[in-house]
Antibody, heavy 118, light 110 residues
Framework: QVHLQESGPGLVKPSETLSLTCTVSGYSVSNGFFWGWIRQPPGTGLEWIGSFSHSGSIYYNPSLKSRVTISVDTSKNQFSLNLSSVTAADTAVYYC???????????WGQGTLVTVSS | EIVLTQSPGTLSLSPGERATLSCRASQSVSSSYLAWYQQKPGQAPRLLIY???RRAGGIPDRFSGSGSGTDFTLTISRLEPEDFAVYYC???????????FGGGTKVEVK
């Protein structure tokens, strides 16, 4: 069974960089899956941030592309999200996700709330 | 960019009733790339339907998806107490690869 768990600071100051890590168990991130990040501001809907494939292709939401970096650490079976120059609008629950297809996601982490505030 | 519009925003129904949720796309979407999720308060979304009409693993057969082109529907044949939640449609665009979600439909107890 594939299990994903997000970790990282729950509070980030404006203009700083939000950094989260997703630890995967039950499957290797270097195998034939797609992995990514999706966020949900409080009380609103879902927004895709970006995804990557086991082959190394990375895709970002065009609206966030200039501020987002997704990277993978196969030795730790983890992947990470960095979002720079954050503002209050980046306050959200951040989910890491995975699936054998890039078209939808079956596996979700429980989510972690990140608040941007001074 | 394809925009997904879900309607109604809120659906008030009683247990045992049939729920019909709509997802309309601003441009034609490949049926292969349309999915539905269920989200309960405080929980991550759960994949219900993929490829417009295929149920994900463990999803009861009272959930069904249909549609093509720009109009897609999620139907819950008989609402169970655990089905009251928010439902999102999602489409995948391949050039460039992107995912977009609809705004959601809340199914609440009447």
């Amino acid at each position: 069974q594939v299990h994903l768990q997000e970790s990282g600071p729950g509070l980030v100051k404006p203009s700083e960089t939000l950094s989260l890590t997703c630890t995967v168990s039950g499957y290797s991130v270097s195998n034939g899956f797609f992995w990514g990040w999706i966020r949900q501001p409080p009380g609103t809907g879902l927004e895709w941030i970006g995804s990557f494939s086991h082959s190394g292709s990375i895709y970002y939401n065009p609206s966030l592309k200039s501020r987002v970096t997704i990277s993978v650490d196969t030795s730790k079976n983890q992947f990470s999200l960095n979002l720079s120059s954050v503002t209050a609008a980046d306050t959200a629950v951040y989910y890491c996700v995975g699936d054998s297809r890039s078209s939808w996601y079956y596996y979700w982490g429980q989510g972690t709330l990140v608040t941007v505030s001074s | 960019e394809i925009v997904l519009t879900q309607s109604p925003g809120t659906l008030s129904l009683s247990p045992g009733e049939r729920a019909t949720l709509s997802c309309r796309a601003s441009q034609s979407v490949s049926s292969s790339y349309l999915a539905w999720y269920q989200q309960k308060p405080g929980q991550a979304p759960r994949l219900l339907i993929y490829g417009a009409s295929r149920r994900a693993g463990g999803i009861p057969d009272r959930f069904s998806g249909s549609g093509s082109g720009t109009d897609f529907t999620l139907t819950i044949s008989r609402l169970e107490p655990e089905d009251f939640a928010v439902y999102y449609c999602q489409q995948y665009g391949s050039s460039p690869p992107t995912l977009t979600f609809g705004g959601g439909t809340k199914v609440e107890v009447k």
